[in-house]
């Protein structure tokens, strides 16, 4: 139940469900969050009269906070090993489910299993999409059972799919991207409550929503710089070049069409090609629409940087009126985390971190895998830690995010380190 409370009344605990004006006239991603922080109380006390807390939803994060196993060791100060604060280490006995891990085991070992299926579903895309720009026939029955196993990969192991977004190959654009989107509009989807059938028709379509880049020329998928108007209408023409291919095979499903189709319509109505607005626009095509953005924006491209992970989710929360719909990417949020899975953050130890796990009971206080303390020493064994333990929460020696920095500015290769993490890169 929401209760009317004043700015002096606000306490750290509390679950802040409503503010006293617009959410985008506030400095905070969206609404619904718990008070962790002295910084948080000041914020909303500089940009706020009173607030409406949910002491429901306040019980419910303290109980799943404090029901948390963990297990805790002392690191020496020493070079290489960061500072002398008690962590929260993970371990293989370290049960955290619901933190984005599915049952027990090592990060790495999903990390494993996850880039397994990615890696048969790769090689079986990289021919796909070379069948399609070479006029060959296309058959993608193999594709949806790798699909089905993906899925089942993917719900599992929620956390350690999206770490591995962080592979990329910015010269192989649609491959790379498209398995990307396939695995956000998986994890998203799963978050939203769909069917396990339901997430496979979303996982295809999400896989070859760029199908029909196969013939768009490379002049203009690969120019560094703005596509004039002429060589825009040639990409927008990509959808239906799509939907032409696939909707000739009896085993691609009116929804997976959709989603090649429709994924750029917007529910404002500046979408293309046809302009739909609002609920014309189905929600799988959203979902995907929303993977394929968030992708985009935040990968390395032959003709872009790619921004930070939560610039890139503050970007799509104030476009969202015109291209999404709001609910829907406040869920997006929720899923993907304030601090996304692959931020770099700093923690205030001022040691450098990044993130691995998010914690819904606790969005403020993700898993992180420490990279370097704070006087800039490596960590030779990057601990990963859980800043929503017990420990992590005591005022005097917790952990906890000061803010998010940038990794290029830090000059540590997020992609270098998820290869590294996953076993496909020595650490040489």
């Not at 940087?305 to 610039?311: N, R, V």
């Not at 931020?343 to 992180?368: F, Y």
Request: charged letters at 25%; aromatic letters at 6%.
């Amino acid at each position: 139940m929401k209760k009317k409370v004043s700015i002096s009344q606000l306490k750290l605990g509390m679950y802040v469900a409503e503010l006293d004006r617009p959410w985008l006239e506030s400095p905070f991603l969206f609404q619904g969050f718990m008070i962790e922080s002295a910084e948080q109380l000041a914020t909303l006390r500089d940009c706020c009269q009173f607030v409406y807390v949910d002491e429901e939803k306040a019980a419910a994060s303290n109980t799943a906070a404090k029901s948390e196993q963990s297990s805790r060791l002392r690191l020496s100060d020493k070079p290489g090993s960061g500072s002398d604060k008690p962590i929260t280490v993970i371990t293989e006995r370290t049960d955290i489910t619901g933190l984005g891990w599915q049952g027990r085991g090592t990060f790495r070992q999903d990390i494993s299993r996850v880039l397994a299926s990615r890696e048969n579903l790769q090689q079986h895309v990289g021919k796909l999409l070379e069948d399609v720009r070479f006029g060959r026939s296309v058959d993608t029955r193999e594709a949806r059972v790798l699909v089905q196993e993906l899925v089942s990969v993917v719900v599992a192991n929620a956390a350690a799919a999206l770490w591995l977004a962080n592979l990329e190959n910015k010269h192989a654009y649609t491959a790379e991207h498209g398995l990307n989107v396939c695995i956000l509009s998986i994890v998203f989807g799963f978050h939203l409550g769909l069917s396990k059938d339901s997430l496979e028709e979303l996982a295809i379509g999400a896989l070859l929503h760029d199908l029909g880049k196969m013939r768009t020329p490379l002049s203009i998928l690969d120019k560094p710089g703005l596509l004039t108007e002429d060589e825009f209408d040639i990409m927008k023409k990509h959808p239906g070049d799509g939907f032409n291919i696939l909707r000739k095979h009896k085993d691609i499903s009116d929804q997976t069409l959709e989603i090649v189709q429709l994924h750029h319509e917007r529910i404002s109505g500046q979408g293309y090609p046809y302009g739909l607005r609002g609920d014309e626009i189905p929600l799988h095509v959203r979902i995907v629409a929303v993977a394929d953005v968030y992708d985009d924006i935040t990968s390395n491209r032959v003709y872009h940087e790619g921004i930070p992970a939560h610039t890139g989710l503050n970007m799509m929360f104030h476009w969202a009126p015109r291209d999404f719909g709001e609910d829907l990417i406040q869920e997006f949020i929720r899923c993907i985390g304030i601090y996304p899975i692959g931020s770099l953050v700093e923690l205030n130890s001022g040691s450098l971190g990044i993130v691995m796990s998010t914690n819904p009971a606790s969005r403020l206080r993700p898993i992180v895998m420490l990279i370097r303390d704070a006087n800039g020493r490596t960590y030779a064994r990057r601990p990963l830690i859980n800043l929503a333990s017990p420990a992590g929460r005591e005022a005097d020696s917790g952990w906890s995010i000061r803010r998010v920095v940038d990794s290029k500015e830090q000059g540590i290769d997020i992609g270098r380190i998820a290869e590294i993490e996953a076993g496909i890169s020595s650490k040489a």
